[in-house]
């Protein structure tokens, strides 16, 4: 046996592992060893990631795939490096050891991955590699005790102490790469090459430090054959283990894919159509803004909103409504072009984009999409047409952002549905922008509400004979923050288009309830309804419930309503009234003299009041005006309904109203419109100031 000398080794470490590699390996074993090696740190990675992405249940079977994976690997790598070393003496494997090696590896690197996935630092991914470096090392050395060799052999200390230092180092670096964010893309790549440099170095610096001194030298060793069979027997069934941890990460990979891409159009479509929604629109629109500013073309959007959608619904049904929103969709997405689109932003609501040179073909593009809209419909057992309103805005001319533009579009297609225009209506900023104040209005109408930002101003009603307060009627204010007071003749349009006036009628009818329960006098309180809220078939429960909230007695309480409420419905109408006067409430007929004033009305409904309208109060110096006033009220004697004539401004007006036999009078010559605040104490609200005082 040669004299051990330390200087052998102490001296260019480096060169004494390559001389090793290449002197005492088979080269092509060597190539095997390191393609496993690759192979199966780049699966390694792989698993470690989906461990660190989930959790519970999950993250355990995910470490058990790792750790299993790490351990083949580790071990495959190690034996068939040692099936191509060159020992020159008979060589064998224990069984027993064998597989110990193996056990030590896969527990080993199992609780180095979890040590690094148990917290989101880098600390506990350096920890973790660390010990996944240990299990290395103590696999390749436990598996150096199962190779037994006939001979004498020595370790060099330094590079034993090197060969672990290195697979700790390593192994830690390529955990910590791995949790790295500033890495991005690239530490899968890192940590992966990082590992094999940990299980490479590890491996031969490791056999570097061994020395065999034969002991037998008429036996004869392996044959390469059988070396090189035997190694790919090992390298082989570690692939397959590799494997499948791979092909479960990629399952798991593209499980994940295919319900991501599953969400994503969920939530990019329209569940019922299918075609684009809101969202999808808005992004696409941008990027096509984009592409029209960069080669100068123009983009056309065009707002479409179907005509008798709400028609089918109510006499059909939903399902028949939404066969016509599926059979619509899909006749104007046939109709696309290049650089086109259309989606459903909702209801019967679609929106089409296209990006164009010349405006015959925008033209051509919205004469496509009415003609899918407006031809005729087969559903099961009965045929529809709905047509449909279209709204056009072009960039750069109408706008030059996506929200704009899309605003414009719907502006102009508020237009074409109010005019009930045949064709699509272009965007035009006079005849717009109105529109767009009115949709102002609305919202801020809409947030004054639930703020409580409205008031009730109460204008006195009198007896003309006893001068006595009959009742107030309670008259609906708002001042905007912005543009001041807005007159209701301005704003109660606007609730009725854009469906606010139940909540507003609910409003005042609470509010001017509760205040007039808190009055000193049994005067009643008068409001109005709108001929929306009469043809609502809750309204005489909600005056009931109302009633019991606010403990103010029925017979207190009138409503008026004018003739046109009635006629949009008349049975139903009546029916509601009939149900509304059961409960002892009063009702008036407002603004009688104008509109229809159907003498029918009168003898169909037994009202408690006739509100005589302004209009002939104004006049009553022309001697038709008085003919017309004395004619209305004999007809409210003949039929015992009291006459209230309304706008009472000159003492001459009242006069002439007194001598005629007028029953009752509102108007500024009585008093002003006056918040209850301003009657001074709560109490008194029975003696309102005069007109002189207001």
Known sequence: M???????YRVRPMIDVAMCIGRDHDPWLVLLAVFVCCTGAFAIMQMFGRAQVTDGPQRIAWLFLTAVGAGATIWCTHFVAMLAYRAGVPVRLDPV???????AAVIGTGMGFGIAVSHRSRFYSIAGGGVVGLAISGMHFTGMAAYRIDGLVEWRIPYVAASVLCAVVFAGAALSAFASPRLGRYRVATSTGLLVTAIATLHFVAMT???I???RLSAAPLEPGQMQALALATALVGLVVIAAGVF????????????????????????LTGLPNRVNFKSELKHQ??????NGSQLGVVAIDLNRFKEINDIHGHQAGDQVLVLVAQRMASQLGRHEMVARFGGDEFVALTRFEHPSQLTLFTDRLKAAVEAPLALGQFDARVGGSFGVAVYPADADDAETLMNNADLAMFRAKSQRSPTPCYYDAPLDEAIRDRRELANDLRIALDRGDLQLHYQVQTSVTTHEVTGYEALLRWTHPERGPIGPSEFIPIAEENGLILPLGEWVLRRACADAAGWASEAKVAINV??????HADLPRLFHQVLLDTGLPPRRLEIELTETAIFADRDRALHVLRQIKAMGIGVALDDFGTGYSSLETLRAFPFDKIKLDRLFVSELESPQAVAIVRAVLALGKSLSIPVLAEGIETERQLGVLRREGCDEVQGFLLGYPQALAEYGQPGRISEPPRAGAA
Do not use: K
């Not at 040669?2 to 052998?8: E, M, N, V, W």
């Not at 990460?249 to 969920?266: F, K, Q």
């Not at 709108?530 to 043809?535: D, I």
């Open 248 to 271: 479960a990460a990629l399952i798991d990979r593209w499980t994940r894919s295919d319900a991501m891409d599953r969400l994503h159009h969920m939530a990019m479509n329209d569940a």
């Open 2 to 8: 040669p004299a051990f000398r330390p200087a052998a």
């Open 97 to 103: 050891l064998t597989i110990v090696s193996l056990i």
């Open 289 to 294: 803004l984009e592409l029209a500013r960069a």
């Open 530 to 535: 709108s001929p929306m809220q009469l043809a």
């Open 209 to 211: 430090a061994l020395r």
């Open 213 to 215: 001194t034969p002991l």
